[in-house]
């Protein structure tokens, strides 16, 4: 697997990759959308592969928002084509978990990057905004939406308007990320949550991610529904059998997928 701009890495079922652009502070361009496309489809298809674990490379930012030379070349064909759009939605919707471990800046395309992980974890020197008014443009990578949903809609106007960045304890306290760590500690602490969910029910976390997303932009009766829809699937797998029979045993649970 032939990548540009990130690097790969895959031990112990956890894929971690590292956007690999630091003399431009990981800056996002066509290439590093093509790679990041590219490492969905290989954890999509390797069965080896339980999670994803995204990170920058260097100490100063883990992706510093979109390559400003080529934003002076986007016109109406580029906004409709909304490629860094697409890509998120997949990132979003991995079937396998995806953890953000955000060091430095993440700033607009690199702040819309993170919020399309299920988990955000910061480093102590993280910073993230959405500053794309100040070059007369918007967050267009999901970035107006995801940002009302995880800290409410007049924080998130307030963000956007201002483009106001936030320091990583700001961001803890409003919910825009889970956790802060120490910058040494980052990828370790990603991995140790990664390693932590590949202990569940393999289908269950599927499951359960699909559940959540869907729901939350329905009705609450609607999400009751998919959810128990979702339950009822996994009464019948072999893996509730496993892990109730685990549990009274008291012993780990050896989880299939089935």
């Known amino acids: ?13 956890i894929a971690v990759a590292t956007l690999n652009r630091p003399e431009v502070r990981n800056a996002l361009n066509a290439q590093v959308l093509s790679d990041l496309q590219a490492v969905l489809d290989r954890v ?55 953890i953000a471990a955000v060091n430095g800046f993440a700033l607009g395309g690199g702040c819309e990057l993170a919020m399309a992980c299920d ?19 918007l967050p267009g990578a999901g970035g107006t939406q995801r ?41 370790a602490s990603a991995r140790h949550t990664a390693a932590t969910i590949l202990t569940k029910g393999p289908i269950a976390v599927r499951l359960a991610k699909t559940v959540i997303r869907a729901g939350f932009d329905a009705d609450r009766h609607t999400g009751q529904v998919i959810e128990q829809l979702a339950q009822t699937v996994l009464y019948a797998t072999t893996d509730k059998t496993e892990g109730a029979t685990a549990f009274l045993d008291k012993r780990p649970p050896q989880f299939t997928g089935r």
């Open 44 to 98: 999509h298809s390797d069965d080896a592969i339980g999670a994803l674990v995204l990170t920058g490379a260097g100490e100063k930012a883990f992706a510093a928002g979109a390559d400003i030379n080529q934003v002076l070349t986007y016109d109406i064909a580029t906004g409709l084509a909304s490629r860094m759009q697409r890509v998120y939605d997949a990132v979003e919707q991995c079937e396998k978990p995806t």
């Open 1 to 13: 697997m032939e990548l540009e701009t990130i690097d790969l890495a895959v031990a112990d079922g």
């Open 147 to 187: 940002l009302s949903r995880l800290v409410g809609v007049g924080r998130a106007v307030e963000m956007i308007l201002t483009s106001r960045i936030l320091t990583a304890e700001e961001s803890r306290e409003m919910g825009l990320v889970t956790s802060v760590v120490p910058q040494a500690d980052l990828v």
């Open 119 to 137: 988990i955000r974890i910061a480093s102590d020197n993280a910073r993230f905004g959405l500053p794309e008014l100040t070059l007369g443009v």
